[in-house]
């Protein structure tokens, strides 16, 4: 995410205030409800962050599921937190269908004041 911020472009607080005001709240509490019950689950998610954002840009693209996809890819076979990112998008969905895309909510819920 550091890449795309010093671009001028990414998520930010605040970036979704109109189209879905509660993004941030329902991110954070989905990301500390998964941490209450497994706070192991921080590393998985920071790491997660890190193979798609430092790598070729924060597009998510780890999270398409399939038989020849990045998230079945060598370097990424291991990554963790995958529900807590599904989790958040059902939650979004519901409150904002079609808004937030799945690059955001895990560039959000990497950000403070999640518990991670």
């Known amino acids: 995410m550091a890449a795309a911020l010093a671009q001028g472009q990414g998520t930010r607080v605040g970036f979704y205030s109109y189209t879905c005001p509660y993004?941030?709240?329902?991110?954070?509490?989905?990301?500390?409800?998964h941490f209450n019950s497994n706070p192991t689950i921080a590393p998985g998610l920071l790491r997660m962050h890190f193979h798609d954002c430092f790598v070729r840009?924060?597009?998510?693209?780890?999270?398409?599921?399939?038989?020849?996809?990045?998230?079945?890819?060598?370097?990424?076979?291991?990554?963790?937190?995958y529900e807590i990112i599904d989790d958040a998008k059902t939650r979004l969905e519901a409150a904002c269908p079609g808004m937030v895309s799945c690059a955001d909510i895990r560039a959000l819920a990497v950000m403070p004041p999640n518990p991670i």
Request: charged residues 20%.
């Open 23 to 33: 993004v941030e709240s329902i991110v954070k509490e989905t990301v500390t409800a």
């Open 57 to 81: 840009g924060c597009d998510a693209s780890d999270l398409i599921t399939g038989s020849s996809t990045e998230r079945t890819a060598g370097p990424n076979s291991l990554l963790r937190g």
